[in-house]
């Protein structure tokens, strides 16, 4: 732009010169035209005088000599303005010629650069409007995600109010259930309390049966017991004859025999002793009493537990002896519910 702008000042300088140039031209010719003129007319005057004169005869004929000397002199100061006038027409001429073709240059360069930046400002208008259309669709799609946005809030605080909603009745399904639950659980707490009867009634160790030790015992009455008939009477019952295994069930067997005389599941078998509801598996050490084991008379294959003044332990009986007299102890399985 500056050497535009440098250009442009240069072009018009140069213009005004040769405006110049051409004003002073005409000056010139004019003051040349002038002198020629004045030239002229003093020819004129002197070819028309009435002064005497000396005249010459020569092969021109008889002419005055000072008219001639100074038509002479003014032919030749003519001539030499004539020339004079040729050769500033053609400086005049050339430097005019040279000033145009510079100022025709630099209207070329001037064109030539003007050309760029209009080919420059085509493409920046371009690229203006590009980043115009840029903008423009960049306006459209943040107003489209302004759109968006206030859909998304309105979806937003749709969700909040279906979610506030959803949580009441969610809320009030749970306080529904909660109570329902807490009804169910109740019924079924009703329902397994008198299941747990029902199953303490069959299974459980309840009265007449006493629990002892882990044992659950119930005591047969003495009449007509013997050993075969009690444990008849105690399969009857759910049970067997009582098969003590540890020192604590046996001394739980000496609190209930008290002072009284109760057979047991124990017999024997070969030299040894063994459960009677299981003849293989061998009964662990009795608490005999003194002097028992004694087989007396050989037929003394039943145990029973002695209470009373002597103390409490076991002795071998015959296993239907004294049945007026001895009783039995049942046990059986359960669970405590």
Known sequence: MQFISYSITTSSTLRKKVDYLEVQQEFKFAELEDSIGDIREQLKLLNTSDNACRCINDDQGQRPLAPVVQTHNLVKLETSLKHRNAILQEAFKDEKTAIKDHIRKFDEKIKSELNNINQRVDVAAKYVQRLNDSFTEMAISAAQADSD????????????????????????????????????????????????????????????????????????????????VAQKKCHALGGKLVEPTTKQQVQALQTEAGSERFLIGVVRNGNGWVR??????????????????????????????????????????LCDEHKDTIGAICEKRFVNF
């Open 276 to 317: 009677s509801s299981d003849l293989e598996r061998q009964s662990p050490d009795l608490a005999w009493r003194s002097g028992e084991p004694n087989n007396d008379g050989g037929k003394e294959n039943c145990v029973e537990v002695l209470g009373g003044s002597r103390g409490f332990g076991y002795n071998d009986n």
């Open 149 to 228: 946005l206030m859909n998304l809030k309105s979806n937003l605080d749709r969700t909040d109010a279906s979610v506030v909603e959803v949580t009441e009745r969610f809320r009030r399904m749970l306080e529904e259930m909660k109570e329902t639950t807490k009804n169910d659980v109740n019924s079924l707490t009703n329902q397994v309390a008198s299941m747990k009867a029902n199953l303490n009634a069959l299974f459980g160790c309840l009265h007449p049966w006493k629990l002892v030790e882990g044992l659950c015992l119930r005591k047969l009455s003495h009449s007509d017991v013997g050993f075969d």
